[in-house]
């Protein structure tokens, strides 16, 4: 069950969605190795499910569609596993699951590591969030029902690399900022400190 800390108000995120105004004190806590592509065991086990992919994303890959599908090898009409939902916390309103193609999320690399959408963004010149999804960008941290939360797999302890590192919210600071702002992770940054001092 997440400890919720009241934020003292609501941090809307880039494009109206998500909007937050807790925080499960678990972020602080919990560790896991987050050193990605330093990693050489893991074999992208996160990427093993596919992943949600937010609305606004979505309609980015689609237009970028010749490039995925040549890095991808997988032709746009099988990269989600059905029309879009409607989901007022995702930005663009809306959410589709991508598909998991050959033991992996459909846009992992399947020649070296990683992701293959992150990779495309670096190699054009692209800012990167615009072509990954914001669940992708910010894992192990998520969110719902206004609440910045652990992942699933963090949380139960079957995420490979739980355990040694920095904190799931010190690996993913820098990505609440490009989200949310900076007023944001200075409130966590104090929150994280009291958090710690109590678990002291």
């Given amino acids: 069950m997440p400890q919720l800390l009241s934020l003292s108000r609501t941090y ?11 925080v499960d004190a678990a972020i602080f806590a919990s560790a896991y190795f987050a050193r990605c592509m330093a990693c050489s065991w893991c074999g992208d086990w996160c990427c093993s499910h596919g ?17 995925i599908e040549a890095r991808t090898g997988v032709p746009r009409g099988e990269w ?27 846009f992992r690399a399947r020649q070296g590591r990683g992701c293959t959408l992150h990779a495309l963004a670096i190699e054009t010149g692209e800012d990167y969030h615009l072509l990954k999804p914001m669940a992708s960008t910010l894992f192990p941290v998520t969110w719902g029902d206004g609440a910045l939360l652990l992942s699933d797999e963090l949380e139960d302890g079957t995420l490979v690399c739980a ?8 690996a993913a600071r820098e990505e609440l900022a490009w989200y949310f702002g ?7 940054d104090a929150l994280s400190r009291t958090s710690r001092r109590g678990a002291a």
Avoid: K
């Fill in 12 to 22: 809307v995120a880039r494009g109206g969605a998500p909007r937050v105004h807790a």
């Fill in 51 to 67: 992943v949600d992919v937010d609305g606004t994303v979505a309609m980015a890959l689609l237009a970028r569609a010749p490039a």
């Fill in 80 to 106: 989600f596993e059905g029309p879009p939902e409607a989901d007022a916390e995702m930005p663009g309103g809306s959410v589709r699951r991508a598909r998991v193609h050959q033991g992996g999320c459909v």
């Fill in 163 to 170: 355990g040694d590192g920095p904190s799931a919210y010190d």
């Fill in 182 to 188: 900076d007023a944001l992770v200075a409130e966590l």
